[in-house]
Nanobody, 127 residues
Framework: QLRLVESGGGLVQAGGSLRLSCTAS????????VGWFRQAPGKEREFVAT????????NYADFVEGRFTVSRDNAKNTVYLQMNNLKPEDAAVYFC????????????????????WGQGTQITVSS
């Protein structure tokens, strides 16, 4: 069982930055592609970003608009989501998720493809 723990959430002013971390334990992390998803109150969970096993493959939701960067350090079993120029509409609980990938540079954006999930970290953006 892969265990995922998110950290780095909090309160930030609009235009500010946060870096989320997703740290894994329990399995060989380099076998897993990782995705970031978010869920705001009253809304469905939505895809934010994803990164392949080797870090070469990445994809972002359209609303990211170049503001977020996903990266990973397999030696530290950690994936990061650097978020800049945060907007009030970015406020949500952010989750990281992982699936065991056969391909080193592949990624998926569908939440249902990810069997392993963290507990989430709250981001609040004040205007």
């Amino acid at each position: 069982q892969l265990r995922l723990v998110e950290s780095g959430g909090g309160l930030v002013q609009a235009g500010g930055s946060l870096r989320l971390s997703c740290t894994a334990s329990g399995r060989a992390f380099s076998d897993y592609a990782v995705g970031w998803f978010r869920q705001a109150p009253g809304k469905e969970r939505e895809f934010v970003a994803t990164i392949s096993r080797n870090g070469d493959g990445k994809n972002y939701a359209d609303f990211v608009e170049g503001r977020f960067t996903v990266s990973r350090d397999n030696a530290k079993n950690t994936v990061y989501l650097q978020m800049n120029n945060l907007k009030p509409e970015d406020a949500a609980v952010y989750f990281c998720a992982a699936y065991a990938s056969l391909y080193r540079d592949a990624w998926l954006i569908t939440a249902g493809a990810y069997p392993n999930w963290g507990q989430g970290t709250q981001i609040t953006v004040s205007s």
